[in-house]
């Protein structure tokens, strides 16, 4: 379970840097996809759903599931993937 939480902890910290290049990159498919929520619940909301998730998943670990771990890394491939796909797209 220890194993689980430190895991989940530090693959936080790379999903709240990866989230925080992906919301600042300059492709205007992204802008386009971010800004109708910005503009309506503020343009912090999406790290706000990033630390619930966060949470979430270090919650779920405490209670002895592996699949949070499983789970919470899987997400952290999908945003490995989405960031490498804006920094390696064609301008």
């Known amino acids: 379970m220890v194993i689980a939480l430190v895991a989940i902890f ?42 619930l998730l966060h949470v979430g998943a270090m919650a779920i670990a405490t209670r002895g599931w592996f699949t949070a771990l499983i789970l919470y890394g899987l997400y952290t491939r999908f945003n490995e993937l989405a960031i490498s796909w804006t920094h390696h797209q064609p301008r």
């Open 10 to 51: 530090f693959a936080g910290i790379a999903n709240f840097a990866m989230h925080r290049a992906f919301m600042e990159s300059d492709d205007p498919l992204i802008q386009q996809m971010v800004k109708p929520l910005s503009d309506k619940a503020g343009p912090h909301i999406n790290y706000v759903f990033e630390f």
